[in-house]
């Protein structure tokens, strides 16, 4: 898992926490920067970086910290067109320029802190293995992936095919439980959120949550379409279009059967 303190160290290297409601072009308080935490040992760790990063922003002649710092409320995912913003607008600016006084903090011992085996906020992948254990090991060679997939999954899944209209496993099922990705485990689907469109490929309202896919504008065959990857393992696995039900999201993410693996033991999951 990726430490607090490289969370906090990137955070003030990467973007200018001198400015108050501001950052880049963007102005508002909802452009504040922030620091949130779980935890006592967050809180100090964090409570230390600022103490820290505020003697080197003095001694570089900045002025002060102006970043908001608190305990974490609720968490609110942020609006559908800012998921994957740099898919959808591919001439997005992010990447800000910070202050260019750089943040170097001392370990501090807190690290350890999250319990073995708990899927945090940002675990590695050793740690999401060992609290789902339906994840594969991600492949690091082609020869790797086509050993793993038969050939008609690794046309869809490793080549961005498609599976004709119809023909695939799932198109009509309504049994209970969790789609995974064919190629990596990774949860994508709920039985619940699945529908039918009539289209001949399984279709579904949303996935179990916003990162378990990637969505990509893909301008292939003529089209402008979205293209929808695993978020995990980043293999294809169809389209979402914009023409599903109006009272569950109005999402149709349409997908090869070959992608995906109902797992009936996710059905409570
Ligand atoms: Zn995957």
Not at 144 to 154: F, G, I, V
Not at 200 to 205: A, K, N
Not at 235 to 246: E, K, N, T
Request: charged share 25%; hydrophobic share 30%.
């Amino acid at each position: 898992m990726v430490p607090y303190r490289q969370l906090l160290e990137v955070f003030f290297n990467e973007h200018d926490p001198t400015q108050e409601n501001r950052q880049g072009n963007d102005v508002g308080t909802q452009y504040r920067s922030g620091i949130y935490w779980t935890t006592d040992a967050q809180e100090h760790e964090a409570r230390m970086a600022v103490d820290a990063y505020a003697k080197a922003l003095a001694d570089a002649g900045k002025g002060p910290i102006m970043t908001e710092l608190a305990s974490a409320g609720a968490f609110y995912f942020a609006e559908e067109y800012h998921q994957q913003y740099l898919h959808k607008v591919p001439n997005g600016y992010c990447g800000l320029k910070g202050t260019g006084v750089t943040c170097s903090l001392p370990p501090t011992g807190y690290e350890a802190e999250v319990p073995a085996g708990s899927a945090a906020p940002g675990a590695s992948e050793g740690d999401a293995a060992a609290a789902d254990p339906k994840l594969k090991p991600l492949p690091s060679t082609d020869d790797e992936w086509r050993a793993r997939l038969d050939p008609a999954q690794y046309e869809v899944l490793r080549r961005a095919g498609t599976e004709r209209a119809f023909t695939g496993a799932y198109t009509d099922t309504e049994d209970p439980g969790l789609y995974r990705c064919m190629a990596c485990g990774n949860p994508l689907y709920r039985s619940e959120a699945k529908f039918h469109s009539g289209s001949g490929w399984p279709s579904f309202t949303e996935a179990v949550s916003p990162d378990a896919v990637e969505v990509v504008e893909d301008r292939s065959h003529g089209m402008v379409r979205t293209e929808v990857r695993c978020g995990r393992c980043h293999s294809h696995l169809g389209h979402v279009f914009p023409d599903g039900p109006a009272d569950r999201g109005g999402l149709r993410y349409c997908m090869n059967s070959l992608a995906l693996d109902l797992d009936p033991e996710g059905a409570d999951a």
